[in-house]
């Protein structure tokens, strides 16, 4: 069966210090991968998705960045992080190929940048 | 950018009613889901209706689609507090790759 790892489950940052948040999924080949994010109390705003390893789509203009280093990992990053970029960040997956495939979530990191 | 809207944003019921969630979207889509995410935790898939379907069940879960009016409802019967959750539409982009976008949430509180 399939599973998605998502660490660290929370983290607490100072303000511009540097991000580096992985997930990995396993029982698949060659899934869609998304990074969401969430603010308190409200809906989740796509990030970046990647259908293939070095392939990433990114939704928002913002300070960070996404990776796809290997066919099922996953990585979020950041150089200096601001205040905003505290929230909930899901990471998510879904199987290629298949238009309508329903996505998997990971259990979240939930960032609190100081 | 959201591209669903749900309503109600908070909804808090009796247990053994039946819940009703809106959700309205913007642009063509291929597919619609709904998703339910317990507190602090990620989100869930419930079930997802294709764009040529109109209705569709799942065991006390009940959606409905219309695409001329670019709206759904998921309709939860016989509510358990246990349903106590937020649930979130999210439509399949037409365009023919998986760029899945999710709406604001309704917040359903089941009271027992």
């Known amino acids: 069966s399939q599973t998605i790892h998502q660490w660290p489950a929370t983290l607490v940052q100072p303000v511009g210090s540097p991000l580096s948040l992985e997930c990995t999924v396993e029982g698949t080949s060659n899934p869609n991968l998304y990074w969401y994010r969430q603010a308190a109390g409200r809906g989740l705003q796509l990030l970046f998705y990647?259908?293939?390893?070095?392939?990433i789509s990114s939704e928002v203009p913002q300070n960070l960045s996404a990776s796809r280093p290997q066919d099922r990992q996953f990585i979020l990053s950041s150089k200096k992080l601001l205040l905003s970029d505290s929230g909930f960040y899901l990471c998510?997956?879904?199987?290629?190929?298949?238009?309508?495939?329903?996505?998997?979530f990971g259990n979240g990191t939930r960032l609190t940048v100081t | 950018s959201q591209q669903g809207e749900e309503d109600p944003q908070a909804l808090s019921i009796q247990e053994g009613e039946n819940a009703t969630m809106n959700c309205s979207y913007k642009t063509s889509i291929n597919n619609l889901q709904w998703y339910r995410q317990n507190s602090g935790r990620g989100l869930v898939h419930l079930i997802l209706?294709?764009?040529?379907?109109r209705e569709k069940h799942s065991g006390r879960l009940r959606v409905t689609l219309d695409t001329s009016k670019k709206s759904s409802s998921l309709l939860i019967t016989a509510s358990r507090a246990a349903d106590t959750a937020s649930y979130f539409c999210a439509t399949g982009d037409s365009g023919g790759y998986q760029k899945v976008t999710f709406g604001t949430g309704t917040k359903l509180q089941v009271i027992p």
């Open positions: 990647s259908v293939g390893i070095g392939q």
């Open positions: 209706i294709r764009s040529n379907e």
């Open positions: 998510a997956w879904s199987v290629d190929r298949v238009v309508r495939a329903p996505l998997h």
